[in-house]
């Protein structure tokens, strides 16, 4: 039986969408975390991170679904 392709693609398709989103999300936790290792502010910048994150996922999301 041959695979249709354009269900593969579109299969493909939202598994890099979910990759995204999971990018999204990690970056801006990363990017505070060595913000805070490099100066003395230690919880703030993983707590923006987190907030950050949260905040572009929702629009993504958002933008996505709407």
Do not use: C, Q, W
């Amino acid at each position: 039986m041959v695979p249709n392709r354009k269900n593969d693609i579109k299969g493909f398709a939202v598994y890099v969408e979910l990759a995204s989103l999971g990018v999204e999300m990690f970056a801006p936790i990363a990017i505070g975390a060595l913000l805070d290792s490099y100066s003395s502010t230690k919880p703030f910048g993983i707590i923006s991170g987190i907030l950050i994150g949260v905040l572009v996922v929702t629009f993504h999301i958002k933008r996505r679904l709407f």
